[in-house]
């Protein structure tokens, strides 16, 4: 399972850092989008890969210890760093259009380069 | 507990409120509007100097103040600490939170919608961020601030500033995973987040741990850098600090030190946690970092054809200074920076406001022609002069020309205001460390700060002085431009503080050394947090 979630990691954030270098506004956002999920799995990962462990306590007979369940402090850190990547793709789209509308172009400078 | 422990959150609700007020009102009431602006970010310059004055207490246990939210420990909930840097920068923010809102009533508030709900949310997240003990809700607080200032550089629109925005937003998100990226890796090898917890931590991790964290520390400078607008990381800073309207280019020029702040902040409790082995963000770095900023600012200034450009430059001088000195170390260059840090955030957000008093009127056609009589106009120029000999300068531009002189002299650090101090401080502490008491030699490294430093200045002066003269000593078609009494105040105020700043050298320098030793040392921080009670964490009591 580690292997399969480093892949992904690896190939969302690749692929996201290439988008983010491209000219277009468009492969600019995709980019951002894809990074951030590689981010957020990334932060999940970080509190060890679990199969079957809950994050929340289940029963006071349990013990409430890492043995037993996952460590929930990750996901809590991914959903606020969902919330906040979610808002700021949206408000960056808004700025996006703006400066297509602004300037005719959907370079990122704006203006095409060269001939 | 009393009031004055309750004030430590006072910084981020107070703005918070205000701005959510303004949120349902706005668009019907704009003078209410107004007035709830104005009544908290007074508020808040009166909880800043509470805060500073509590701070300055003789008694140790009482510098560092700690406020856990919802009485958790603080292992487990979120904290708030304010000691005398926090505060320090919390009345930086204040007091250049009520100059730029003198200045933004005049009239730019009205320039388009929301602008006092933004300004009070900047405030909010640069509050929070200065106080805030641990590194997650770093994150909360840091994207709040930023959030507002994209609102704050696309305020008033316009194909510049949108275009500006655009590679501002997404170089802030690209640094913003990073530090998340930084974040995660810290909290997968120590296991907590909070700043004096890990202080704790971080000499027990095993040594493969260690090298993990230290990995994702990197990163998390590395996002810290690009918001202080660092060397190969700050090419946005002056094209969006340039293009954003005046009052918000003076407002961001704080944030580049909430950066700053942080790597102070962390850097002083990992060195100390770590016994010195493991310089968190390491010295020598940054010092190096620092010197490529300024060095690549002050030759930029020198290219720079408009005066928004070289403000934004001046910012980059400004945060390569204060990096270069901490990265230097030492309990005298710290509070030299600290003194710098204050001085020239003052400076810097007065040069923002006058260059837009002085630029007003000024069509881009006109910038336009500024560039070609700056490369073919020299003659043309000399054959107008001798008709206009004789024509006064008009009054305004006279008032302009002194508060321009003296942004000039605090930014180039030359006598008699604080910016000659601030550096005189630097340079002084250089020598004095090394070489005047001690009788050793000034290092290499020394040598080369003295050299960036006064060169750096040398250009400053070069380039001011260049945009000065072509602004009020040329006679051109322009009209003069209107300027109302409330803009001018808000330059003056900004002027006036850095004049008190040099006139109270005295006293201030001493609390930025009491400041510097109290982030040398690194323990007491780790000790008053780690030392707060809190609610006994809750038993597994319920009924299954």
Same mark, same amino acid.
Do not use: E, I, Q, T
């Given at each position: 399972m580690e292997l399969v979630i480093s892949i992904t990691i690896g190939v969302l954030g690749g692929s996201g850092l290439w988008l983010l270098l491209r000219p277009r506004t468009f492969q600019v956002i995709i980019g951002l989008s894809l990074i951030s999920y590689a981010v957020n799995l990334f932060i999940f990962s970080m509190g060890r890969l679990r199969v079957g462990a809950p994050p929340v306590l289940l029963?006071? $007979?349990?013990?409430?210890?890492?043995e037993h369940y996952t460590d929930p402090l990750p996901q809590a850190l991914v959903l606020t760093a969902i919330v906040i990547s979610f808002a700021m793709t949206a408000l960056f789209l808004v700025v996006m259009l703006a400066a297509r509308g602004l300037s005719? $172009?959907?370079h990122v400078d704006s203006a095409e380069r060269g001939p | 507990m009393t009031i004055t422990d309750h004030l430590i959150i006072a910084p981020i609700l107070i703005p918070l409120f205000a701005g959510g007020l303004m949120l349902v009102l706005d668009g019907r009431r704009r003078e209410v509007v107004t007035i709830i602006s104005i009544l908290s970010t007074l508020a808040l310059l009166t909880v800043a100097i509470a805060l500073l004055m509590a701070s300055m207490e003789e008694d140790p246990a009482r510098t560092v103040r700690v406020y856990l939210l919802g009485n958790w420990p603080a292992s487990f909930g979120i904290v708030l600490v304010a000691d005398r840097l926090a505060t320090l920068m919390l009345l930086l923010t204040a007091t250049l939170g009520c100059a730029v809102l003198l200045f933004a009533l005049?009239?730019?508030?009205?320039?388009?919608?929301y602008f006092h709900p933004l300004f009070q949310f900047l405030l909010m997240g640069l509050n929070g961020a200065f106080l805030t003990g641990d590194l997650f809700n770093l994150f909360v607080f840091f994207e709040v601030l930023l959030a507002a200032s994209y609102g704050l550089a696309l305020y008033g629109s316009g194909r510049a500033r949108v275009s500006a925005s655009l590679h501002y937003i997404v170089i802030n998100l690209a640094a913003s995973t990073l530090f998340l990226v930084g974040v995660s890796l810290i909290y997968g090898t120590a296991g907590t987040l909070n700043m004096a917890a890990l202080g704790e931590r971080i000499p027990a991790l095993d040594p493969s741990e260690r090298r993990l964290f230290e990995i994702g520390a990197a990163i998390l400078g590395v996002a810290f850098l690009v918001k202080a607008a660092a060397?190969?990381?700050?090419?946005?800073l002056p094209t969006v600090y340039a293009a954003a309207s005046a009052p918000a280019a003076a407002l961001f020029a704080v944030m580049t030190k909430v950066g700053f702040y942080v790597i102070l902040r962390v850097g002083s409790i990992t060195t100390e946690a770590s016994g010195g082995a493991s310089m968190l963000f390491g010295e020598g770095w940054l010092f190096a970092i620092g010197v490529a900023t300024i060095g690549f600012a002050a030759i930029a200034m020198l290219a720079s054809q408009d005066m928004g450009r070289l403000a934004g430059y001046s910012v980059l001088v400004s945060s390569g200074t204060t990096l270069a000195a901490i990265g230097l170390g030492g309990t005298g260059m710290t509070s030299a920076a600290l003194y710098y840090l204050v001085s020239s955030t003052l400076t810097v957000a007065a040069f923002f406001l006058l260059v837009e008093l002085v630029e007003r009127g000024r069509t881009p056609a006109d910038d336009v022609l500024a560039v070609t009589l700056e490369a073919y106009g020299a003659e043309e120029e000399e054959a107008e002069e001798e008709e206009e000999v004789g024509v006064a300068i008009p009054a305004i531009l006279a008032v302009l020309g002194i508060a321009f002189l003296a942004c000039a002299l605090l930014l180039a650090g030359l006598p008699p205001l604080s910016g000659f101090i601030a550096k005189f401080a630097l340079i002084s502490n250089l020598l004095g460390q090394h070489w005047l008491t001690g009788g050793g030699i000034v290092s290499v490294q020394g040598w080369i700060l003295l050299f960036v430093i006064i060169v750096s200045g040398l250009t400053t002066v070069v380039a001011v002085t260049r945009a000065g003269m072509r602004t009020f000593w040329t006679f051109t078609e322009r009209e003069l431009p209107h300027v109302r009494g409330l803009e001018l105040s808000a330059v003056a105020l900004l002027l006036f503080i850095c004049v008190v700043l040099t006139v109270q050298a005295g006293p201030i320098m001493r609390f930025m050394q009491l400041t510097a030793h109290g982030l040398e040392l690194g323990r007491p921080y780790i000790g008053a947090v780690q030392a707060q009670p809190g609610a006994a964490p809750l038993k597994q009591e319920r009924a299954p």
């Open positions: 029963h006071p $007979s349990v013990p409430g210890d890492l005719g $172009s959907d | 005049a009239s730019w508030h009205r320039a388009g919608s060397w190969p990381l700050g090419f946005w």
